[in-house]
C-alpha cells in the first residue's frame, strides 16, 4: 500500500515535471538548432535537466524564467562556451543544421563563426572600434584587403545601427562608448562574421531603458536574417520582442510556445504563477 | 636608582592604577544600564594605567637620550678653569675617558684632570638620577591619581582609549618612514662631500672609474678617476639588459602557462613552486652564478673558438639574475592577466578565436600596462642586485657590448670600495655614497613610474 502511494506520488510529479510542448512547434523538422535530452552538471549539480527544445531560424526565441533557472546555462550549450568552464559537463546531443556540435570532429572556432553570442555585460575589447568589429573578420580570414574590412565595418555597424553615432571616430577606444553604445558594438562585432545564429545572454540587464529601447530595436531589424535565441528576466521585454517562448524553472524546460499564448494563456500552473508574479 | 629599579616601579604603578581605577569603575558600572555608563571598566583602566605611565615613560626616555650630556655638562662646570678640556676632540677625549673610568671600565685615567673630575661626575650623575626617577614616579603618580579621580559614569574613557591607539599606530608607521629619510639623508650628506672633492659632472659623465686617492703626493696612481658612466654601462647591460632577455619570456610564458593553460590542480602546485625561486637566499643564485654558470659559459664560449672568454662574464651573472627574476615578472604578469575580466576572454572566445588567438590579440595587449608596469619594478630590483654581481660579474670597469667580457656594476663596486679598512675622509670611500645616492634616486624613480602605470591600469577595470 505504501509503496503504491509513493509510486503514485512519483508520477504525479513526473507528469509535473514534464515539458509542454505548444501543438504549433511540436518539433518542426527544419529547425536551425535542436536540443534533444540536454543535461549540465556543474561538478555534482545538475543545471539543466533533459531539456529538449528547437530554435528556429525565423524567429526570435526567449528563454525566460527566475534566477538560477537553467536558462544562461544552457543557451551556452548552444556555441559550446561552457567548454571555457572546467566543471561544467554537457549531455545530450545539440545540433546545429542536422551535424551534432558536441561531435569531436565538430571544430569549435568554425562553430562559433556560425553561432555568435552577445553577453549580459557588454564587453568590448579595449581596442579602437574598428578594430572591435575588424577583430572576427580578421581570425576567420573574411576580408582580402582593407577596403573589404573598411566594407565590413561600416556594414556591421550599420546594420547595429551604431554607424551614424560613431563613423567620425573609429579610432577611438570602444570602451569609450556609452554602456548602450558598447552592447551596440559588440552586436556588431558578432554579426560581423556573418553567424547564422545569435546567442544574447540577458543583452539588456546592465542598461538603461533608453539604451534597452534601441537594442530591442536593433533585435526586431535583425530578426529573420539570423536566428536570434535571447535570454531575459524581463518578461515584457521577452513578450515584445520574441515570437516563440520558454520557461525554464529549477533547471527544467517547463513550457514551450508561441509567445502570445505562453503569456495569454500558458499550460503549465508553473508558468502561470512565474508571469502572474507569483514567484520568481 | 637603577634604571631596571626604575622601570619597575613605574610598572608597578600603573598596574596599582589599572587595578584600583577598575575597582572604582566596577563600583559604578556593576548593576547600571549601558546608556547610563558611557565606557566598561577595562576602558576607565586602561585609560588611567595609560596616564600613570606615558608621561612618566616619556620622561624617563627624553632623559635617557638626554641626560648624559647634561651631567657631562655640569660635572666640567664644577671643575676648576685650568682643568677644563678645551671644545672639539679634546673635550670628547676627556668625557670619553671620563665616562670610562666612572663606570669602572678603566683602572685609573692617563690624564690626570680626569682623575679629579670623576668622583664629581659620580656625585653629580647620583643627584641627577634621583631627581629625574623622582620626577619619574610623581608624574606616574599624579597622571595614575588624576586618572583615578576622574574615572565617573560619563567619562569617555573608550573613546580617549581608542585615539590613543591610533596615536601609537600612526607613530609606528611614521617610524619606517622617518628612517628611510633619515638614510637618505645621511646618503646626500656624505655625497656632497663627495661632490665638493669630485666634479659632478665628471662622476656622471665621465667614462673611466679607478677609484685610489694618494695618501702621500708622490705615491703612483695617486690620482683617482671617478667617472661612473662603466659602472652605470654595467648595471644596465646586466640587470636591464641581458637579466630582463632570461626573465621577460620566460616569466611572461609562465604567466599566460599558469592562468590561462594550467588545470587548478596544476596552478596550485606550480605557482608556489615558482614563488619559492623568489625566496632563495640571492647569495645562493650567487654561488651558482661564480662555480657553475660562469665557467660553463667560458668553456662554451671557448668551445666555439673564443678564446678571450673571461670566467666571470656579464653574461653569467645576467642569465642567474634573470633566473632569479623570473618569479617577480611572473606573478606580476600573472596579477594582470588575472585582473582582465573574464568577459574579454569569453568575448573573443565567442568570436570563434583560439585560446592562442585570444591570448595574443586580446589578453595581453589588455594587460600591457600591468606587464610592463611589472617589468620596470623587476628592473628596479635587479639593477639593486648586489650578491650575483659581487660574486660573478668580475670588478673590471670597462665599457663593452661583449657579454663575455667581465664588467662591473654599481652594487658590486659600492661593496668593493666600502669592504675593509677604510678611511672616511677620502673621495674613493665617499664615492660609494654617490654610487649609492643614485642608484636608489633611480630605483626610486623606476618604482613611482611603475606603481603609477600598475595603478592606473587596475584602476581601468575596476
Known amino acids: 500500500m505504501a509503496t503504491q502511494v509513493t509510486e503514485a506520488a512519483a508520477e504525479e510529479a513526473h507528469v509535473r515535471e514534464q515539458t509542454l510542448v505548444h501543438d504549433e512547434i511540436a518539433f518542426a523538422n527544419d529547425a536551425k538548432m535542436t536540443a534533444r535530452d540536454v543535461d549540465v552538471f556543474y561538478g555534482e549539480k545538475k543545471a539543466v535537466d533533459s531539456v529538449s527544445i528547437d530554435v528556429d531560424s525565423h524567429y526570435v526565441t526567449a528563454f525566460i524564467g527566475p534566477s538560477g533557472c537553467g536558462k544562461s546555462t544552457f543557451l551556452r550549450c548552444f556555441n559550446r562556451m561552457n567548454d571555457t568552464i572546467d566543471i561544467a559537463r554537457v549531455q545530450g546531443r545539440i545540433e546545429l543544421d542536422g551535424e551534432d556540435i558536441y561531435d569531436p570532429r565538430m571544430d569549435v572556432v568554425q562553430l562559433r563563426a556560425r553561432v555568435g553570442m552577445v553577453f549580459q555585460k557588454p564587453n568590448p575589447f579595449p581596442k579602437s572600434i574598428y578594430e572591435n568589429i575588424a577583430y572576427g573578420p580578421r581570425i576567420h580570414g573574411l576580408a582580402s584587403n582593407k577596403a573589404d574590412m573598411d566594407g565590413i565595418v561600416e556594414a556591421s555597424l550599420t546594420r547595429a545601427g551604431l554607424w551614424n553615432e560613431v563613423k567620425d571616430r573609429l579610432d577611438d577606444s570602444g570602451t569609450a562608448l556609452s554602456g548602450g553604445q558598447q552592447q551596440r558594438l559588440c552586436i556588431a562585432r558578432a554579426i560581423a562574421v556573418d553567424p547564422e545564429v545569435i546567442l544574447m545572454d540577458e543583452p539588456c540587464s546592465a542598461l538603461d531603458p533608453i539604451a534597452t529601447a534601441k537594442i530591442e530595436e536593433l533585435i526586431e531589424e535583425l530578426k529573420g536574417r539570423f536566428a536570434i535565441v535571447i535570454v531575459t528576466h524581463n518578461m515584457q521585454q521577452a513578450a515584445r520582442i520574441s515570437q516563440r517562448t520558454a520557461f525554464f524553472h529549477l533547471g527544467n524546460l517547463v513550457e514551450y510556445g508561441d509567445t502570445e499564448t505562453i503569456f495569454t494563456n500558458p499550460r503549465a500552473d508553473r508558468t502561470r504563477d512565474y508571469i502572474t508574479g507569483r514567484f520568481g | ?462
Open chain 2, 1 to 462: 636608582m637603577s634604571l631596571g629599579a626604575l622601570a619597575l616601579v613605574l610598572l608597578g604603578l600603573t598596574a596599582i592604577t589599572f587595578a584600583m581605577t577598575r575597582m572604582r569603575a566596577n563600583a559604578f558600572a556593576s548593576g547600571a544600564r549601558p546608556r547610563d555608563v558611557h565606557s566598561r571598566p577595562a576602558y576607565h583602566a586602561v585609560r588611567a594605567g595609560l596616564l600613570a605611565l606615558v608621561p612618566a615613560l616619556f620622561l624617563l626616555l627624553v632623559w635617557l637620550v638626554i641626560g648624559d650630556g647634561i651631567v657631562a655638562d655640569r660635572t666640567l662646570d664644577q671643575l676648576p678653569q685650568a682643568a677644563q678640556p678645551e671644545a672639539g676632540i679634546e673635550r670628547q677625549a676627556f668625557l670619553t675617558e671620563m665616562r670610562s673610568v666612572a663606570r669602572g671600565d678603566l683602572p685609573a685615567a692617563f690624564n690626570p684632570a680626569v682623575n679629579e673630575a670623576v668622583p664629581i661626575y659620580r656625585e653629580t650623575q647620583a643627584s641627577w638620577t634621583w631627581l629625574i626617577g623622582g620626577l619619574v614616579v610623581l608624574l606616574a603618580l599624579i597622571g595614575g591619581g588624576y586618572g583615578w579621580l576622574k574615572t565617573a559614569p560619563d567619562l569617555r574613557a573608550r573613546t580617549h582609549v581608542e585615539r590613543f591607539a591610533t596615536i601609537i599606530l600612526a607613530l609606528a608607521s611614521l617610524i619606517a618612514i622617518l628612517t628611510t629619510f633619515g638614510i637618505v639623508l645621511s646618503l646626500l650628506y656624505e655625497s656632497l662631500d663627495f661632490f665638493s672633492r669630485v666634479n659632478p659632472l665628471e662622476f656622471i659623465f665621465g667614462t673611466h672609474w679607478s677609484p685610489q686617492t694618494a695618501i702621500r703626493a708622490d705615491q703612483v696612481g695617486s690620482s683617482g678617476a671617478f667617472g661612473a658612466v662603466p659602472l652605470f654601462w654595467g648595471t644596465i647591460f646586466i640587470g636591464a639588459i641581458i637579466a630582463m632577455a632570461v626573465a621577460v619570456p620566460l616569466g611572461l610564458m609562465s604567466a599566460i602557462f599558469l592562468t590561462q593553460y594550467a588545470r587548478p590542480t596544476a596552478r596550485k602546485i606550480l605557482k608556489p613552486l615558482l614563488e619559492i625561486l623568489a625566496g632563495v637566499p640571492t647569495v645562493v643564485y650567487g654561488y651558482f652564478a661564480a662555480l657553475t654558470v660562469a665557467p660553463a659559459v667560458r668553456d662554451a664560449a671557448i668551445a666555439i673558438g673564443i678564446d678571450s672568454a673571461s670566467s666571470e662574464s656579464a653574461l653569467a651573472a645576467g642569465v642567474v639574475m634573470g633566473i632569479m627574476i623570473i618569479p617577480f615578472v611572473s606573478s606580476m604578469a600573472d596579477d594582470a592577466l588575472s585582473s582582465v575580466p573574464g568577459a574579454m576572454r569569453d568575448g573573443s572566445l565567442a568570436m570563434g578565436a583560439t585560446p592562442s588567438e585570444t591570448i595574443k590579440k586580446v589578453l595581453v595587449p589588455a594587460a600591457l600596462p600591468g606587464i610592463v608596469g611589472g617589468i620596470l619594478l623587476a628592473v628596479s630590483r635587479a639593477i639593486g642586485e648586489t650578491m650575483i654581481v659581487v660574486m660573478a660579474a668580475g670588478q673590471a670597469a670597462r665599457l663593452t657590448i661583449n657579454p663575455l667580457d667581465s664588467v662591473t656594476t654599481v652594487t658590486a663596486q659600492i661593496v668593493q670600495l666600502l669592504t675593509g679598512d677604510q678611511e672616511f675622509d677620502s673621495a674613493k670611500t665617499l664615492s660609494a655614497f654617490a654610487l649609492g645616492l643614485v642608484l636608489f634616486v633611480v630605483t626610486l624613480l623606476l618604482n613611482i613610474y611603475a606603481l603609477a602605470i600598475v595603478k592606473r591600469y587596475r584602476e581601468a577595470y575596476e
